[in-house]
């Protein structure tokens, strides 16, 4: 069609972007790919072929990587490690800038090759994907800059397996490579087998930037090769993002094994239009939302919560919309929606709409290509909050819907999902939207907006949604551990019973700590303490699986706690060591008296300085706002992770629970604490500090017993949101193991690093709080 067809019809005329470079790049590579491994291109072995997904067409042939390619890539990082962390920050920021500045000088190429593997619009790969990629380079190259300044405690991991999918081939490479490569880490990434094509192009312009060695190694090929780079003993550090449930069987293969994760999973993130909202806005915000990338989005706008007053329109306004969708070529800088990324996607989407037998389908009344994978926009209006396709993700252009009466009933709608990834509020009503944002769970919420990234904002989720921030400040920790060296880790034991120890003729069995009650263990066992001599000072209970669930239980009906003030809070934990202090003598003597040392004053004093400290804190561990690139705000705020399972200190009774309770619950947490295993005296005596305090029954809630008895009851409990441990046993393997479950976030080994007798308390915050990220953008 000429362009005076075009204006004498105003028929649509396609805009082609051209391949030719694009292609040209591939058959200068032979059409056949190896991997990068220490800064060379392998020759290519066996492997599969990767093709465009809107023509079926070859693009390249790509290697299977063996156990040794992947030795190799690991070695190379390995080898590569230290010289990288030791050129320093401002030496690393120059590599990051160049690649940045190299990204940018070849865009366009990136962006044709992007939609030609991944059947993208060239729209979005051009508009989005690759200036985003640029931009988290350049970020990037400022935190190595800073780091040395503003992370001085901070160093790298070491060798971090990366491993993404194949939704944002390029963008989810550069989230992983940049922090790590910035704080000092080296990498082995590999991209997901669809779409590997941006990722080895990358390879090339790391060459060009004259990259040392060994820093970045690309491996290709399929789960199968990811599963090796999760199982490789000399990784540091896994950083996943991809489905749920390749996410949990990760968490479960990496337990125990000291390796760090973060997981950036699935969703299925509520997109809330109330009766005020920009209804026009909003229809158009939904095109965005779940059609942005055919809806293969992890925080897709996939679950359409609609008031009730203004259903229909919104419905009908959407149909409309949606008939006017351009689906077709990627290249065509015209089309709104390009292929889904391959047969088998499309083949999974099919089928999941097929299978749903409630509300009512429409697809769009668009034209399909005849050839390639393309599936029709998709709305399917009426279901209800328990049907299949309200609650899992179908990871494709296909929005599902409901209404609701009532902002409360709209919060209880949108956190009704295992997941907690990301949500949209639409309405004019700021009041309303500031009052909706804190009360979803998810970790990035959008006000009258959807799908904003930026590399200065946080992006990741809670739930099963994942854990770990990419982005921002808050992303730099999923890539640093603290300098000091940790110790071995050493079992604390209990002091044994004396020869002949005489029988205390009056029963001193302690109770455990439920709901702001002293309560009577289930199963009915106790077990003794003794003293140095042998004496006994004391019965404590085993608590089991059944008090494991009634603490929970407590904790859960202490919800509101969450919504109290940090000065409230404060006020109560200056009040507990009002109440510690009071007792102090009491406190040191039974202390000495456990654990015979001459240590018990000096622990009940830093307990005291603990409560201080966490009242401190409660209201001044605050949010940030970052400085993104919009017209408007996004606020990182921070709340608290929900209910902490924690195993406490062994070696320090007293300090060791308050050490882990004041901060927790200062940051609006509900705990349930397992006391001392050697030591647990110190803990029960505590129950009667809490009974004369503010606590409100069920925010701390205290179990004595075994940590090993203790630990997978706590993590595996669905109703537990964390689980931390500072015993003196390594139990990381029971704990990461079943965390697995609902992917509660683990804080493991801590006896290592903590000094309890100089506490700094911002590493508990840190693992007391999530960092939600909320949007808001401003003007017309
Ligand atoms: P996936 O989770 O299987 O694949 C993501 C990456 O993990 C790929 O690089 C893959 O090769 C690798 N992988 C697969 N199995 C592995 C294992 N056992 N150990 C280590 N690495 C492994 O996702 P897939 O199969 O491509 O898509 C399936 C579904 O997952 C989609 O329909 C969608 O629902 C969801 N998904 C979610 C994404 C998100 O960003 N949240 C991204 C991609 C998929």
């Not at 407590?554 to 934990?573: E, N």
Request: overall charge negative; glycine content about 10%; aromatic content about 8%.
């Amino acid at each position: 069609m000429t362009v005076k067809q075009i204006f004498d019809t105003m028929e649509y005329g396609p805009a082609r972007e051209s391949a030719a470079e694009a292609l040209s790049w591939l058959v200068d590579q032979g059409d056949r790919f190896g991997h990068f491994i220490d800064g060379t291109f392998t020759a290519p072995g066996p492997g599969f072929d990767s093709r465009n997904p809107a023509t079926g067409e070859v693009l390249a042939t790509l290697t299977q990587a063996s156990d040794e390619e992947v030795n190799a890539a690991v070695s190379a990082a390995r080898r590569a490690q230290g010289k990288w962390e030791h050129l320093g920050g401002p030496g690393r920021a120059r590599y990051l800038y160049a690649i940045a500045r190299l990204l940018q000088k070849h865009a366009r190429l990136f962006a044709v090759l992007e939609t030609l593997d991944n059947g993208k619009p060239i729209r979005e790969s051009r508009d989005i994907d690759v200036p985003l990629a640029q931009r988290h380079f350049y970020y990037h190259a400022g935190m190595a800059q800073l780091m040395e300044t503003e992370l001085p405690d901070a160093q790298a991991i070491g060798v971090c397996g990366q491993i993404i999918p194949w939704n944002f081939p390029l963008l989810m490479l550069a989230w992983k490579v940049a922090p790590a490569l910035a704080m000092g880490n080296t990498v082995v990434l590999k991209p997901a087998e669809y779409t590997s094509l941006t990722a080895l192009l990358f390879a090339d312009i790391c060459r060009q930037a004259g990259l040392p060695k060994g820093v970045v190694n690309i491996v290709t090929g399929d789960g199968a090769v990811g599963e090796r780079i999760v199982a490789h003993p000399d990784i540091d550090k896994i950083a996943f993002t991809g489905s749920t449930e390749v996410g949990r069987k990760i968490r479960a293969a990496t337990a125990g094994t000291g390796k760090a994760l973060t997981l950036e999973l699935g969703g299925k993130s509520p997109y809330i239009v109330f009766d005020d909202a920009d209804i026009d806005s909003a229809v158009e915000g939904l095109v965005d939302a779940i059609w942005f990338n055919a809806g293969q989005v992890c925080c897709a706008g996939s679950r359409l919560l609609v008031h009730e007053p203004v259903a229909e329109r919104f419905h009908d306004k959407l149909r409309a919309r949606m008939d006017k969708l351009r689906i077709g070529d990627p290249l065509d800088k015209c089309i709104d929606v390009g292929a889904v990324v391959d047969p088998v996607q499309h083949a999974a989407i099919s089928a999941m709409v097929a299978s749903n037998t409630e509300g009512a389908v429409h697809h769009a009344d668009v034209a399909l290509p005849d050839r390639g994978c393309f599936y029709p926009p998709t709305l399917i209006t009426g279901l209800s909050p328990s049907d299949r396709l309200m609650q899992e993700e179908i990871f494709g252009p296909v929005l599902v819907s409901t209404t609701f009466r009532t902002p409360a009933e709209a919060v209880q709608l949108a956190n009704n999902t295992r997941y907690g990834l990301a949500a949209s509020v639409w309405t004019e009503n700021v009041n309303l939207a500031l009052d909706t944002a804190p009360k979803l769970a998810a970790g990035v919420v959008w006000v009258n907006a959807t799908n904003l990234f930026d590399a200065a904002a946080g992006f990741g989720g809670v739930r099963e949604s994942g854990f770990g921030r990419e982005g921002g400040w808050e992303g730099l920790s999923a890539y640093t551990r603290p300098k000091a060296r940790p110790k071995a880790l050493a079992p604390v034991a209990p002091m044994a019973a004396g020869d002949g120890a005489p029988v205390d003729p009056l029963d001193r069995t302690a109770k455990l700590y439920i709901g702001g009650k002293q309560a009577r263990p289930d199963g009915g066992y106790a077990h003794p303490v003794w003293s140095k001599r042998g004496a006994l000072l004391g019965h404590v209970p085993m608590a089991s699986r059944k008090d494991v669930r009634n603490a929970v239980e407590a904790a859960q009906a202490a919800a509101g706690w969450a919504q109290t003030s940090g000065h409230l809070r404060a006020q109560i934990l200056y009040y507990l060591a009002e109440n510690l202090s009071a007792r102090a003598g009491e406190f040191a003597h039974r202390i000495d008296a456990m654990t015979a040392k001459r240590g018990g004053e000096k622990e009940v004093q830093a307990a005291i300085q603990c409560l201080f400290s966490a009242a401190a804190w409660a209201d001044k561990y605050d949010g940030q706002v970052h400085g993104v690139p919009i017209r408007g705000v996004a606020l990182a705020m921070k709340e608290p992770v929900g209910i902490i399972g924690a195993l406490c200190a062994d070696e320090v009774p007293l300090l060791g629970l308050v050490g882990v309770m004041a901060p927790a619950i200062a940051m609006g947490n509900r705990v349930v604490l397992a006391a001392s295993e050697p030591f647990p005296l110190a803990a029960t005596d505590f129950y009667q500090v809490l009974e004369t305090s503010d606590v409100p029954a069920g925010v701390v809630n205290i179990l004595t017993g075994s940590h090993a008895d203790l630990a997978a009851p706590l993590a595996s409990h669905l109703g537990v949101d964390a689980v931390w441990s500072f015993s003196s046993t390594d139990l990381s393997g029971d704990i990461e193991r079943a965390s697995a479950g609902n992917l509660k976030r683990t804080w493991v080994n801590n006896a290592r690093a903590t000094d309890w007798f100089a506490p700094d308390l911002r590493p508990v915050l840190e693992a007391a709080t999530e960092i939600k990220t909320i949007w808001v953008p401003y003007g017309e």
